[in-house]
């Protein structure tokens, strides 16, 4: 069973960038599609960015596109999740997430939580103005 730990968060001013990390453990991730949700108090949890198992291709929503970008080094079982231009929409708790079943299918840019079903523990990113 894979285990995910997010780390990199903090607060930062709007402007500013963070650079998250997802370490794996327990196998390794490299055949493994990799995505990355956040979350709000209140709200459901939303797709962010995602990149499939060789990091060749990558999706994100619409509205971090150009500021976002996810990336991966499976020599080092870690998936990484790049912002730059932060706002204070973007505050949230940011989850790594994957799946124990690879798949073949083409990423999307509308994921779902349920579309994956290991995650981490979440990692806070807060944006002030």
């Known amino acids: 069973q894979v285990q995910l730990v997010e780390s990199g968060g903090g607060l930062v001013q709007a402007g500013g960038s963070l650079k998250l990390s997802c370490v794996a453990s327990?196998?390794?991730?490299?055949?493994?599609?990799m995505a990355w949700f956040r979350q709000t108090p209140g709200k459901e949890r939303e797709f962010v960015a995602a990149?499939?198992?060789?990091?060749?291709?990558?999706t994100s929503r619409d509205s971090v596109k150009g500021r976002f970008t996810i990336s991966r080094d499976n020599a080092k079982n870690t998936v990484y999740l790049q912002m730059f231009s932060l706002k204070p929409e973007d505050t949230a708790v940011y989850y790594c997430?994957?799946?124990?079943?690879?798949?073949?299918?083409?990423?999307?840019?509308?994921?779902?939580?349920?579309?994956?079903?290991?995650w981490g523990q979440g990692t806070q990113v807060t944006v002030s103005s």
């Open positions: 997430a994957t799946r124990n079943i690879r798949t073949d299918l083409r990423l999307r840019s509308d994921y779902q939580p349920s579309d994956f079903d290991v």
């Open positions: 327990g196998r390794s991730i490299s055949l493994y599609d």
């Open positions: 990149i499939n198992f060789s990091g060749r291709t990558a």
